[in-house]
């Protein structure tokens, strides 16, 4: 899909919240949204002076706003970004929908902690290894504890933007025993660009979780999509 031409959207004369309108509906993601109402009607929509919306301190961001915080405070970062490094970096990324998706379960300080990684000098971002995407996971079931095992490498499923990680207990993997396998144990998602979990689910194949993922940001259904 073509990139929207804002220099055009902005001589034609239309307002901030046309250009909004008429941009999202040539497919234009919220990322390049916001870069074209900053260099085109000097929109800034994050104020970097306001501690309020400070990626540094997410506890204070209502989670309505920790998607445009999280991408506006990117913007910030990197003021001579063009336009065009704007959108390679969301076309890689995928980023305004899952800081979206992340900002609708309230999980603020996920949305924005990707900012951790992102370059001092350019637009660009420290994607997390295979290694550092199972520890996230190993994390989550306390592997540590002893009790649950993330399962070997043959059974990880890759993707461009991550990993998902299947897990039993360590009596099953180590023995065989059937008596012993865990249930309900759901495969996790682990995203390398915004380093966030998602626990998906049992009920479907990882397919359909992955497809949710990939259209939407999220592996489960959510409310505003």
Same mark, same amino acid.
């Given at each position: ?27 234009? %993601? ?11 009607? #000097?929109?800034?929509? $994050?104020?970097?002076? #306001?501690? %309020? ?14 998607? #445009?915080?999280? @991408?506006?405070?990117? @913007? ?19 980023? %305004?929908?899952?800081?979206?998706? @992340?900002?609708?379960? #309230? ?39 002893? $009790? ?17 990680? @299947?897990?039993?207990? $360590? ?38 979780? $992955?497809?949710n993922y990939e259209r939407t940001g999220s592996p489960n259904p959510i409310l505003d999509a």
């Amino acid at each position: 899909m073509a990139a929207v031409d804002f220099a055009h959207l902005h001589s034609r004369g239309l307002r901030p919240d046309e250009a909004v309108l008429e941009a999202a509906s040539e497919g234009a %993601s919220r990322l390049e949204i916001m870069k074209g109402l900053w260099d085109h009607w #000097n929109v800034n929509l $994050v104020q970097p002076d #306001n501690p %309020s919306t400070d990626p540094a301190g997410y506890p204070t961001v209502v989670a309505r706003d920790a998607a #445009n915080v999280a @991408l506006g405070a990117l @913007l910030i970062k990197y003021p001579k970004a063009t336009a065009a490094e704007v959108a390679a970096f969301e076309a890689v990324t995928d980023m %305004s929908q899952k800081v979206h998706a @992340l900002a609708m379960e #309230n999980r603020v300080a996920d949305a924005i902690a990707f900012h951790e990684r992102l370059a001092e000098d350019r637009l660009a971002l420290r994607t997390l290894s295979a290694d550092e995407c199972r520890e996230i996971a190993a994390a989550h079931i306390d592997e540590a504890g002893g $009790v649950l095992r993330i399962q070997d490498d043959s059974s990880t499923l890759r993707y461009s933007w991550g990993f998902i990680f @299947l897990y039993q207990s $360590v009596a099953y993997l180590d023995t065989g025993d059937f008596s012993q396998m865990v249930a309900g144990n759901s495969p996790l998602l682990v995203d390398r660009f915004t380093g966030a979990l998602w626990v998906t689910g049992t009920a479907e194949r990882p397919d359909f979780y $992955v497809e949710n993922y990939e259209r939407t940001g999220s592996p489960n259904p959510i409310l505003d999509a």
